[in-house]
């Protein structure tokens, strides 16, 4: 198990940006690099939708369409750590934002890195506005 915290949310206005923390604890670095770690949103009233994913290594990058080209996902492994840049944020970008970590590639592959129910540890979450 793997225990994951999220920081770094707030408030903004459109055209802002945030920078987003997951910690993860209760985990040796030997661990920690094993799992690929993920990066949820969900607004009120809306499913839960994939935003980004990083492999466990860190060379492999995946988006979101909707947040492609202004959110960039990175992990520091000697930190335990994934960070999700959100830049050029705007009023549809609100959302609970979770990170998740999961460990192997889906059985259905890239089709189904942004489905919720391939991750095996989830983060409380941490709130982000954007104003217009």
């Known amino acids: 198990q793997v225990q994951l915290v999220e920081s770094g949310g707030g408030s903004v206005q459109a055209g802002g940006s945030l920078r987003l923390s997951c910690a993860a604890s209760s985990t040796t670095y030997s661990t920690y690099v094993t799992y690929a770690m993920g990066w949820f949103r969900q607004a009120p009233g809306k499913e839960r939708e994939g935003v980004a994913r990083?492999?466990?290594?860190?060379?492999?990058?995946y988006y979101a369409d909707s947040v492609k080209g202004r959110f960039t996902i990175s992990r520091d492994n000697a930190k335990n750590t994934v960070y999700l840049q959100m830049n050029d944020l705007r009023p549809e970008d609100t959302a609970l934002y979770y990170c998740?970590?999961?460990?192997?590639?889906?059985?259905?592959?890239?089709?189904?890195?942004?489905?919720?129910?391939?991750?095996?540890?989830w983060g409380q979450g941490t709130q982000v506005t954007v104003s217009s």
């Open positions: 998740a970590a999961s460990q192997g590639w889906p059985a259905r592959g890239l089709s189904a890195i942004f489905e919720p129910e391939t991750y095996d540890n």
């Open positions: 990083i492999s466990a290594t860190g060379f492999k990058t």
